[in-house]
T-cell receptor, first 110, second 113 residues
């Protein structure tokens, strides 16, 4: 299966700051998704982004499939953005399972 | 109100006991999944089902069992063979198989007494 590496593992920012989270894959991926897990454990799907760029409010994501990475941008951070951000993807062949990275823990300080 | 529900929110298990975690969805999704999350870790796939009456093992299926008798329900049993069951368990569903966006339930925290 594929390996998924996320960086940085931890990030502490002041409210209002911008941040970039990165996800690297060991092989070509399909079905790339970004999730936010809030402090109570609920996972919310942020983006389904196998390639290209998408934006949703203060969040945007870019996937460069040929170079096997994806970026999540958060602008004007709010305390409610705190939590763990996961990326996940499936290998580009067969019916592979969704493999998750170990996440980036984001803490926004008021 | 459409979504995925999991119950109970917290579950305590005694040594040697089997326990069953419930997962229900009313999204009319064909595929359902069970993941395990340990502290500070990502999610690991236990079992998944792409259609009623069919399911496959994920990466860490040992000590767990599932059934998929109805489209909307995918219960997970943690058996006594699972020696380290303390974890956060998340259920998810998607319209079809792995090439679709997955939606998650609120999770069940299982603790061993």
């Amino acid at each position: 299966g594929i390996q998924v590496e996320q960086s940085p593992p931890d990030l502490i920012l002041q409210e209002g700051a911008n941040s970039t989270l990165r996800c690297n894959f060991s092989d070509s991926v399909n079905n790339l998704q970004w999730f936010h897990q809030n402090p109570w454990g609920q996972l919310i799907n942020l983006f389904y982004i196998p390639s290209g760029t998408k934006q949703n409010g203060r969040l945007s994501a870019t996937t460069v499939a040929t170079e096997r990475y994806s970026l999540l941008y958060i602008s004007s951070s709010q305390t409610t953005d705190s939590g763990v951000y996961f990326c996940a993807g499936t290998a580009n062949f067969g019916n592979e399972k969704l493999t998750f990275g170990t996440g980036t823990r984001l803490t926004i300080i008021p | 109100d459409g979504g995925i529900t999991q119950s109970p929110k917290y579950l305590f298990r005694k040594e040697g006991q089997n326990v069953t975690l419930s997962c229900e969805q009313n999204l009319n999704h064909d595929a359902m999944y069970w993941y395990r999350q340990d502290p500070g870790q990502g999610l690991r796939l236990i079992y998944y089902s792409q259609i009623v009456n069919d399911f496959q093992k994920g990466d860490i299926a040992e000590g767990y069992s599932v059934s998929r008798e109805k489209k909307e329900s995918f219960p997970l049993t943690v058996t006594s063979a699972q020696k380290n069951p303390t974890a956060f368990y998340l259920c998810a569903s998607s319209i079809a198989g792995n090439q679709e966006t997955q939606y998650f339930g609120p999770g069940t925290r299982l603790l061993v007494l």
